[in-house]
């Protein structure tokens, strides 16, 4: 070509690139409009380059090159599925409980098809959508009537505004939780219209606390699941029990914000046992709130269940109809819970369960199973060792708790700024197909595998890691 004619005006045109094998594949995968954008975006980036003092013009099939490489990393979707290998079992950030198969079976049946969802089938009239799960949860928490909304911090904002709206709700000091920032227990108070009477101090709350607190404007007492961190050493907590009989006694509701909620006793299953929501309502709480996506193991959802003329109020409240939850969770929850009615298989059926009951040896045997092809994928420059570690539960369920686990410890070797190499390292696996995520404590990348399931699909999956083209 004329060597006088300027740089951007040798770029092929549009029309030239899309004739191009790898253009009219773009456009065949991803439709015309979006490959001509593409190669829009691409033709840009060159005349950018030349502007930034490039010599030569990509051809026509570079540019095509470039166009659909684009499309195929834009075409990944947000919601990606990501090993969560953290060691977090209900990790907020990675979307907390994994459903079970009957769940997603179900979920996928409400989607796909129309449901009896506000529908009573036998009368042919109009109903209820509660009644899909009321029952169930009865009979799971021996409650008198229960309701259900969008997650837990909505349960407790409608309780609230519905039985402390213009009046006071006294709690401990001790109890003042904020769960993941975003839900403080003093601000959620303030906007369900309540004013909050903290009793108590930090450390130690006594049953005299309580009784002094209450007067004609108490709404409701509230008892709070310090579910993220405990008080430890000199400290006093009035029982459940005794501050329903003192709620009993003043005529004011007690509810109980059980955070997590469990409806098995999971000493069953090895672990530590945790209140249940039957046993927190057979000490006296009036009312139970609860999460369907912490240790219960569904989807995200807020369950408050009890006295059957408070849930008859909480109905009546214009700000459930704000609140409420879609069908397809809600055939969701429905098959989750009809697990919990055969708990000999609940461990097995129930992957949040599954997961923090594995045996350690099963753990200790995928970690030493999977350390060469996690060795080979981080390549010399990076020791891989089987390692002991802690798994925790995560989502504010058995704060304290650490269960035993293993997996592998990756640390970089052979070469200077290790620290950096580390970094690269993860950074490289979670930009894998389906991101990798570990966690890094002390110069080395910990991939807890308790949470790991699908070890063919992981392996397969490491295959692309090439950390040393990404430095
Ligand atoms: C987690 C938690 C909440 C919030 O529940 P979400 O389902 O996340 O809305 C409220 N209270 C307590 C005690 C919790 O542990």
């Known amino acids: 070509m004329d ?44 005349r950018r380059e030349i502007g930034a003092g490039a010599a030569v013009v990509p051809d026509a099939e570079a540019i095509a090159v470039d166009a659909l490489l684009w499309l195929e ?46 529908f009573d089938i036998t009368q042919g009239k ?19 009537d229960a309701t259900i909304v969008n997650n837990n911090a909505a349960a407790v904002l409608l309780a609230l505004n519905t039985l402390a709206k213009g009046k006071e709700a006294i709690v401990s000091r001790g109890e003042l939780i904020e769960i993941g920032g975003a839900f403080r227990m003093p601000e959620i108070m303030a906007r369900a219209g309540t004013r909050l009477v903290e009793v108590g101090t930090t450390n130690r709350t006594h049953e005299k606390d309580y009784a ?15 579910s993220n961190y405990r008080i ?14 003192l709620a009993r006694a003043s ?69 459930k109809r704000a609140l409420r939850i879609d069908k397809i969770r809600l055939a969701a929850i429905e098959a989750t819970l009809r697990l919990y009615l055969d708990p000999d298989r609940l461990a097995e059926r129930l992957p949040t369960l599954r997961m923090m009951a594995r045996p350690l040896a099963d ?36 704060p304290t708790e650490v269960i035993p686990s293993a997996g592998i410890a990756l640390r970089a070797v052979n070469t200077r700024g290790k620290g950096r190499a580390l970094m690269t390292l993860a950074a490289a696996l979670r930009a894998l197909d389906q991101p990798v995520i570990g966690r890094v404590e002390n110069d080395t990348l910990i991939l807890d595998l308790r949470c790991l399931e699908d070890e063919a699909a992981f392996v397969r999956n490491l295959v692309a890691l090439r950390p040393e083209e990404q430095r």
């Open 232 to 245: 430890e050493g000199f400290t006093k907590s009035v029982s459940g029990k005794a501050i329903s009989a």
């Open 212 to 226: 002094a607190a209450i007067n004609p404007k108490t709404g409701l007492i509230l008892k709070v699941h310090t």
């Open 126 to 144: 109009r109903g209820e959508r509660d009644t899909l799960v009321r029952g169930l949860l009865c009979e799971l928490t021996g409650a008198e």
């Open 3 to 46: 060597a006088g004619t300027s740089l951007p005006s040798r770029i092929p045109s549009v029309d030239e690139i899309l004739k191009t094998p790898q253009a009219q594949e773009a456009a065949v995968r991803f439709g015309r409009t979006r490959a001509v954008h593409a190669i829009r975006h691409a033709t840009a980036v060159v």
């Open 251 to 319: 005529h004011v509701p007690l509810l109980n914000d059980l955070g997590s909620g469990t409806l098995v006793d999971l000493a069953r299953y090895g672990l530590t046992h945790e209140q249940t929501v039957a046993e927190a309502l057979a000490e006296g709480a009036d009312l139970v709130t609860f999460s369907g996506d912490k240790l219960l193991g569904g989807p995200q959802a807020g369950f408050i269940v009890g006295s059957r003329e408070l849930i008859a109020r909480l109905n009546r409240n214009p700000m």
């Open 73 to 118: 990393t834009d075409a990944r979707p947000n919601a990606r599925a990501v090993f969560n290998l953290t060691g977090t079992i209900l990790h907020t950030n990675l979307g907390r409980a994994i459903l079970a198969e009957a769940a997603i079976d179900a979920a996928t049946v409400a989607m796909r098809e129309a449901l009896a969802l506000e």
């Open 363 to 398: 753990i200790e045997a995928a970690a030493d199973r999977l350390k060469p092809a996690v060795a080979a994928a981080a390549g010399p420059d990076f020791a891989a060792d089987v390692i002991a570690c802690a798994s925790q539960i995560g989502s504010g369920a058995l």
